[in-house]
Every structure is written in C-alpha cells, then in structure tokens.
C-alpha cells in the first residue's frame, strides 16, 4: 500500500480530500433531501471545509515524509512577492465584482441592490474582521490543499493550463454535496455554472501562483477576497442572467490570461520557480 500511495501523490491527496469532507457532507446533503436523520449542527460542515488542508498535511506525509510537510509549510508563509500582487488579490475581486453588477445595472437594466456584493449590508467597519474569518476558514482550509498541495505536483506533470482546469474541475466536483444541502450559497443553484466558473478561476489562481513563487498564502488572501466580495449567488426570481454574466466575466478574464501569458507556464519570461520544485 505505501509504495502505490509514494506513486500516486496527486491521487492520494484527492481521495483523501474528498473522503476527509465528504464524509460529513454527505450525509448533511442526505438529511436536508430528507433522505437520512441527521444531528449534526450546520457548524459542523462549515469546520470540514478544513478537509483538503488536512488532506494536503496527510498526503506530504504520507508521499514525501518531513520534507513534503515543510515544503508546504515553506508555501503557506511565502510573502515576500511583488507588492503588485497584493493589490491584484485584495482589490481585483472588490473591483471585478463592482464591475459585473454595473454591467448588469447598466446595460441589463437589472437592480444595483440586487447584484452588488452583499458584504456591505453589514458596514464597512465589518469588512477587515468578515475577511480574517473567511482567510482562517474556507481560504486556508481549501488553498493548503488545492494550490499548496496539488498545484505543484500537477504543473510538474502537465501545463499550467492543463493543470488549471483539472484542478478546476476537481474543485467543483468537491463542492457537490452543498448543491443539495439546505442553507449553503450552492443550495439549488445549476451545477452547471460551478464547473464553468471554477476552471475559470483556477487558471487566474496559477496565473498569480506563478508569479509569486508559488505563494500559498497569496492564493489565501484571493479566496478570502473573492469571498467576501462574491456576487449573490442566488438567482434573482428565477433569473440566471447575473449569475452566467458573471461566469462570463471571469472566462473572459481566464481567456485574456492565457492568451497574454501563454498556455504552457501562464506565466512570461524563464520557467517560473514554482514549477521547479514539487
């Protein structure tokens, strides 16, 4: 058994995630169908978005002993980049958000209300400590998974682009479960949508990840942003029209980084730093 599991780092980190996770939202998923009786509290799911970091601590130990483990730890305490991309992961999501729900506004004739980011329902004063939540939870619980662990030893093996959207789809498929689990943003929403916009994303998460030497807690910082600043994901009457703009929005986006950076490394100049060690 360890030999195969040494062999198959990516695979092993993967199953791991997913049975680490799904183990409790499935069942959940099951109780809110009415199909199984559950007394598990909803802040129970919410924990287990902790599934893929500890996954990703697991399989490092597993495949690549204290070396793997430090290596990721190396990842999650990277900062020392550019100051530009600070700017890119904290303001970009705030701005393209702000962007797609004038578009909607504007052009589409749909309510502002509606559509903008509902992070400030709650105040401005309430946006820094809202973000260090969604940082400590869903960005660190899913990032030292999906771009500390497997991003690597993915792009090791394959181009940025083709690593991106396998991850991409990987990440949709985990998500699952919520799509049928009363009180989550996923509840009820098309399926469709989520595996269209994550590979999205995943290409602009290498995008950056490239060019921050493979900075985990940069990809952190993104995912808490975009958190934060997420349009509403429930349809508005019934209307998917925000929904696909905005999925739209960020395959343009995806395309124009892969047609400025190339498929192959996302990423210009010499071959980036985060690929040359896994």
């Known amino acids: 058994m360890a030999p195969t599991i040494q062999r198959h780092p990516v695979a092993t980190f993967f199953v791991l995630a997913f049975a680490i ?20 509290p909803i802040v129970v799911g919410q924990v287990w978005s902790w599934g893929p970091a500890i996954a ?59 559509a903008a980011p ?9 946006l820094v400590p809202i973000f260090v939540v969604l940082a400590l939870t869903d960005g660190m619980g899913e990032e030292v998974g999906w771009r500390g662990y497997a ?5 090791a093996r394959h181009s940025a682009l083709g690593a991106s959207l396998l991850l991409g789809v990987l990440w949709a498929l985990w998500h699952l479960p919520l799509f049928w689990t009363e009180g989550y943003p996923l509840y009820q929403s098309p399926i469709w949508l989520l595996f269209v916009d994550l590979p999205a994303q995943a290409i602009i998460y290498t995008w950056i990840f490239q060019h921050t030497r ?46 400025v950076a190339g498929p192959r490394y996302l990423a210009r100049g010499p071959r980036p730093e985060a690929l040359s060690r896994v």
């Open 56 to 114: 990703a601590l697991l399989a490092a130990s597993l495949t690549g002993g204290r070396a793997a483990v430090r290596e990721l730890g190396a990842r999650l305490v990277r900062w020392r980049v550019g100051r530009q991309w600070y700017l890119v992961v904290l303001v970009g999501p705030a701005a393209f958000s702000f962007v797609v729900a004038g578009l909607y506004t504007l052009l589409l004739g749909g309510s502002w209300s509606a």
């Open 118 to 126: 509902q992070a400030f329902d709650r105040g401005v004063l309430a």
């Open 214 to 259: 493979g900075s985990v807690l940069l990809a952190i910082l993104l995912h808490a942003a975009g958190n934060l600043f997420a349009l509403p994901q429930a349809t508005i009457h019934g209307d998917l029209t925000l929904s696909v703009l905005e999925v739209g929005a960020k395959g343009l986006v995806a395309l124009v980084v892969v047609a």
């Open 151 to 155: 991003l690597p030893r993915l792009l």
């Open 21 to 40: 996770t799904w183990v409790v939202w499935v069942p959940r998923a099951a109780a809110s169908q009415g199909l199984l009786a559950s007394d598990l």
